[in-house]
């Protein structure tokens, strides 16, 4: 009994283990996408020949990478303010340290072109995901991300 218990836990788990979602959890942060509001958390598919955004089990943008125009990535660093003071009300000491700390909230911008149809969107994506976003998305399409930190806007 317990071999073969043994045998059916040997092949059930390694399974139910691998079979994973292979989506990213992103954050929208703002774009073309219809009836979609900023902070909504969408899921983000980078297949062989396309990228989907599904939300609740719905695709809400299916993209062919060939309608793929740009891709640009960027940080937004701010200081820990707002935390360091409620922590600094109780202990000064750590209130100051974390006052001194900073976040990084990484973002991945697209753009494209299907036809007729145009649209971009920025999404935050988990900082040890970010590479991963952007190596899939730069593989299925065959551009190269530009850092939005780097350009300069001329007015």
């Given amino acids: 009994m317990k071999r073969i218990l043994a045998v059916v836990l040997s092949t059930i788990l390694p399974i139910v283990v691998f079979a994973g979602d292979n989506a990213y959890k992103v954050v929208y942060d703002g774009g073309s996408v219809p009836a979609t509001k900023a902070g909504t958390d969408l ?4 297949e062989s020949n396309q990228v989907r955004f599904v939300k ?12 793929i125009t740009e891709i640009s990535y960027g940080q937004d ?17 750590v209130g100051a340290l974390i006052a001194l700390s900073k976040s990084k909230k990484h973002f991945v911008g697209l753009t494209w072109a299907d036809g007729d149809q145009k649209g971009g969107l920025a999404m935050q994506c988990d900082k040890s995901e970010y590479r991963g976003i952007l190596a899939g998305l730069e593989g299925i399409t065959g551009k190269k991300a530009v850092d939005s930190t780097t350009m300069t806007v001329k007015n």
Avoid: W
Wanted: aromatic share 6%; no cysteine; proline share 3%.
């Fill in 77 to 93: 660093v701010h200081r820990r303010i707002g935390t360091a003071v409620a922590v600094g009300v109780f202990t000064l000491g």
């Fill in 43 to 46: 899921k983000l598919y980078i």
């Fill in 56 to 67: 609740d089990k719905k695709d809400l943008v299916t993209l062919p990478a060939s309608s």
